[in-house]
């Protein structure tokens, strides 16, 4: 789309394609504007530098790339997470497996975070708890560069490891493991719509059943987790009584799912039994 030099920062607020919310993020992205900016710069005109900026922005979003990519920046946890396409998106379902950890932590717990993307598990559970000794680790060169950017920029202290799931770890043991793993099925037809197209798919897809990396992650944990020591598992919609059945299969002890902010079943965890 074009828009012309002249056009006011008021008149564009209403006047660009895409809705409210977005329209207001990518002016304020364009315009270097914070959301209180855009009310009192109302009148400011764009040069013609500025509108060709705010046209191209527009019609990336028009073209269907998520908004978080476009301005590449995501907030998670009520904090800032840089992101790129070499990472998922954080999503508000995922503050579930954050809070779930952070209420189970003894002072000083070693929490490992297993594929950990933009770094928003690790990142969240090492800035609200600075005590907590927490290692992420990703098979992601890109996604771990990302992660370590997002660690300093909110002051977390976090140990990232590229690995393959647990083949860096050695023997170590921790508290508590926590992952949000690839789980949507290959079948799945969500994976050609909608922002999941620009998504990394390795973060999104086990090319399999949707189950492949939960069951490796169930299977592995325990050499890894102190006894008494839990797992929490993100996961699909549909998925919770398949995974309970994993994790009651694999031995562990006080299994259970606990609903997301949507209501959905979208966490389930389990302890290492004495
Ligand atoms: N929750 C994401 C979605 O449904 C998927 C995340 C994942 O596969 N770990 O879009």
């Known amino acids: 789309m074009k828009i012309a030099p002249g056009a006011t920062v008021g008149a564009l607020q209403a006047g660009l394609p895409l809705d409210p919310l977005e329209n207001r993020i990518l002016l304020c992205h364009a315009l270097g504007l914070t959301r209180v900016g855009l009310i009192t710069n109302a009148e400011r005109a764009l040069n013609a530098e500025e509108a060709a900026c705010l046209a191209a922005l527009v019609g990336r979003r028009q073209g269907g790339e998520p908004i978080a990519y476009i301005v590449g920046q995501r907030e998670f946890f009520g904090l800032p997470f840089q992101v790129s396409p070499a990472v998922l998106i954080p999503r508000p379902d995922t503050e579930l497996i954050v809070e779930l950890t952070l209420e189970r932590l003894a002072p000083r717990a070693r929490v490992l975070d297993m594929g ?28 771990l560069a990302v992660a370590r950017a997002n660690a300093a920029a909110n002051g977390a202290t976090v140990r990232f490891l590229r690995s393959d799931w647990f083949t860096a770890l050695g023997n170590e043991a921790f508290d508590l493991i926590a992952s949000n793993p690839p789980y949507i099925a290959s079948s799945d037809e969500h994976l050609v719509q909608g922002d999941l197209r620009f998504e990394p798919s390795a973060a999104l897809t086990d090319f399999a059943d949707g189950l492949s990396a939960l069951r490796t992650i169930i299977k592995g944990a325990p050499a890894h987790l102190i006894a008494g020591g839990w797992l929490l598992l993100e996961h699909g919609y549909d998925q919770a009584e398949a995974v309970r059945g994993l994790f009651t299969d694999a031995g562990y002890a006080e299994v259970e799912s606990w609903r997301d902010v949507n209501g959905i079943e979208r966490v389930s965890g389990g302890r290492r039994r004495k």
């Open 116 to 143: 950990s993307g933009s770094g928003a598990i690790a990142v969240a559970v090492a800035h609200t708890r600075p005590d907590t000794a927490v290692t992420a680790l990703d098979l992601s060169e890109d996604a």
